[in-house]
């Protein structure tokens, strides 16, 4: 797969790892251009991202993943040819105490995407995700 000229849609990408893949895909990668959608709950921090904000390369949502007519929205007008899912409720003890959070975002987040992608006819759908959902 050729990924010169792309749009890569990255969820969850003012998160730790997401935000240095969205850097590192950027400062990599001159021809790409990068949309970021998230939520910034705890785990989110714009500030993770300032050194690129201004590029007219980058492109910053904020949302959610489980929002179909938003995930749907920004599919339409930049039209990504790659996705990669960092968006994802993590840390164990929220999720004992908290699993609603993390069955809509990590379960049905995800699905969302899934069916977005489906729908837009992505090229490659990559899942990245922590323990809650793959497991130890």
Do not use: W
Not at 96 to 116: C, N, Q, S, V
Request: aromatic share 12%.
């Amino acid at each position: 797969m050729k990924i010169t000229d792309q749009t890569f849609l990255v969820t969850g990408g003012c998160g730790f790892i997401g935000s240095n893949y969205v850097r590192f895909i950027h400062n990599k990668y001159p021809e790409i251009r990068i949309v970021n959608l998230d939520k910034l709950t705890y785990a989110g921090n714009p500030e993770n991202l300032r050194d690129i904000e201004e590029s007219e390369r980058y492109h910053f949502v904020k949302g959610d993943i489980c929002d179909g007519d938003l995930v749907d929205e920004i599919f339409r007008e930049h039209e990504p040819g790659i996705l990669a899912n960092f968006a994802a409720e993590s840390h164990v003890d929220r999720s004992i105490g908290a699993p609603d959070d993390f069955i809509d975002t990590d379960i049905y987040g995800a699905y969302r995407l899934l069916e977005a992608s489906k729908s837009h006819d992505i090229e490659k759908f990559i899942q990245i995700s922590t323990d809650e959902v793959y497991g130890s």
